[in-house]
Structure formats: C-alpha cells, structure tokens
C-alpha cells in the first residue's frame, strides 16, 4: 500500500482528525462517512442507495446469506447497517482507534445494543475456519491488498461453496507508474498518511481467477449507486450541464441529451482511480 519507501508523518487516524478539522475538506470527511460522529455516519450509510443497491446483490446471489464478514471494518458503517439489516456480521479491522478502528465499530454498535464479533487481523491472513461465511464484502478493501493473490485465496477459504464476494468501489488504474502516480497524488489523505494504492484491471481479474472465483459482474464507473455515491444520477447530470463542456452543448443541444453525453463519456473514461466493483462467487 503506498509507497513503500517514502515516510509519512501520520497514521490513517492522525490523517483523518487532520482532515476533520479543515473546512476545506468538510465535503470529502462527509461522503467519506468519516465526521467525528460515528452514530450519524453509521445512520446515512445503512439509509443510503449504495447500502441498498449491496443488498439487492446479496439478496440476488445469496438470498439464504446469514453470516457475513466485513472486511476491513473501518469506523463500523457497514457493520452497523449489516446487523440492522438482520445478518450474523464478524468485523475484521487491524486499526484499533476509537476515531476510525475497532473502538469506532463497537461504540456504533453499542448506541442500539446491535452484536458483532470484532477482530483485528488483515485480509492476507484470517484467523477463520474454511467455509465460516456466506458473504466477504469488501467495501473499498481490495486496493489496500499487500498480496492480492493472497487476499484473495484467503476470501475464498473463509467462504462457504457458492459464497459470495463483494468487492465494491475499488480504485482501477491504467498502470503503476504514471497513472498509479497521478492518482495517488489527488488524494490528500494519501499525502498525509501514504496508505492509498490501486490496481490495474488485469491484476484484479488476474486475483479472482487465481483464487478459483467465478467472477459474474464487473461493474465499472458510474454504472451502479454503489460506485456512484456521493452522486445521485440528478447530481451527476446537474454537474456535467454545468461543466465548460457541458454548457457549451448546452447552447446547441437539449440538456437532458447533454447529460446523456456527458455521461457516456465518463463511463468510458481512463481516469487513474476510476471506481469499480465486483460481484464473485465462491468455487
């Protein structure tokens, strides 16, 4: 993850109270579900489209899922709205803190009395029994692998027959020089803790197909709410009529066909960081 030569001058949550504390970044903290009241950011997750959109592809792949393991844990959102949704949920995070790890998991958990088994441990090596799970979701987890492969081979262990993998919003770059670098350099988190990283396409795949995953959706930018978010489909359009380009069209074309365009383009865009997610199940 990162650079492994360069040193950073703070950890994910020394980072994060950086960011908290800049209005600047009041918006990104906000998306992220990373503000300082853990409760609230745990509320808007399990309340939003891309939490919804998740379900359907359980519910879709797995309709008879009980136990899930969300790995990594982070501040607990996705704990949280598992359990409210009725799952037996294990959260794997190796950050301890009460801002950002496994004190923030069980602080959410504890405000509505919701039961989770907390672990720390990371995806390369899990300290579960083959076949414990009917689902991994991953939510913005792949990238951060050290071994991928390995990540990988370990999810499908730990998954029953026909489990199902859900890998969502993963960062996707052209290669890992110039375009990894771009990428890592818009982001500021990165600048202040250097954890950031992202894979080509290729490797993904490469992973799913190492680790005996039947990979059955490949979703790409923008083409799901959980890729989407913070964007809603009216937001998104909104922006594009709004952009240079899209307020030149607008002069000569209809703005909902701007939109349409707009968003034609995105999707097809080689942008370094692009998001997708992916839907596998389990040999």
């Not at 879709?60 to 969300?70: F, G, S, W």
């Amino acid at each position: 993850m990162g650079d492994p030569v360069k040193k950073y001058p703070y950890s994910w949550g020394e980072a994060i109270e950086i960011l908290r504390s800049d209005p600047q970044h009041r918006q990104l903290v906000f998306d992220a579900y990373l503000t300082a009241d853990l409760h609230e950011n745990c509320r808007r997750f399990a309340a939003s489209a891309e939490f919804a959109e998740t379900l359907r592809l359980i519910r879709a792949y797995r309709p008879e899922a009980r136990n899930v393991l969300d790995i990594p844990a982070g501040n607990g959102i996705a704990t949280y709205a598992l359990c409210r949704a009725g799952f037996d949920v294990v959260a794997v995070e190796p950050d301890a803190s009460d801002s950002v790890g496994r004190g923030a998991i069980a602080s959410s958990l504890s405000q509505e009395n919701l039961k989770a088994r907390i672990v720390d441990a990371f995806g390369e090596k899990l300290p579960f029994e083959a076949g414990s799970f009917d689902v991994v979701y991953v939510r913005q987890g792949l990238h951060h692998a050290r071994d991928l492969k390995a990540m990988m081979s370990e999810y499908a262990r730990v998954l029953r027959p026909g489990g199902l993998l859900l890998g969502c919003r993963e960062h996707v770059v052209n290669d890992y020089q110039s375009s990894l670098q771009d990428f890592l350099d818009t982001q500021v988190d990165h600048q202040l803790y250097g954890g950031e990283n992202a894979f080509t396409l290729p490797d993904y795949r490469a992973a799913f197909a190492h680790a005996g995953f039947n990979l059955v959706e490949e979703i790409g930018p923008y083409e799901s709410p959980i890729n989407l978010h913070p964007n809603t489909p009216e937001i998104l359009a909104e922006k594009i009529c709004q952009s240079a380009p899209g307020r030149i069209l607008g002069l000569i074309l209809p703005k909902p066909l701007v939109a349409r365009l707009g968003m034609w383009q995105l999707k097809r865009s080689n942008r370094p960081g692009r998001l997708y997610s992916f839907v596998a199940l389990a040999g």
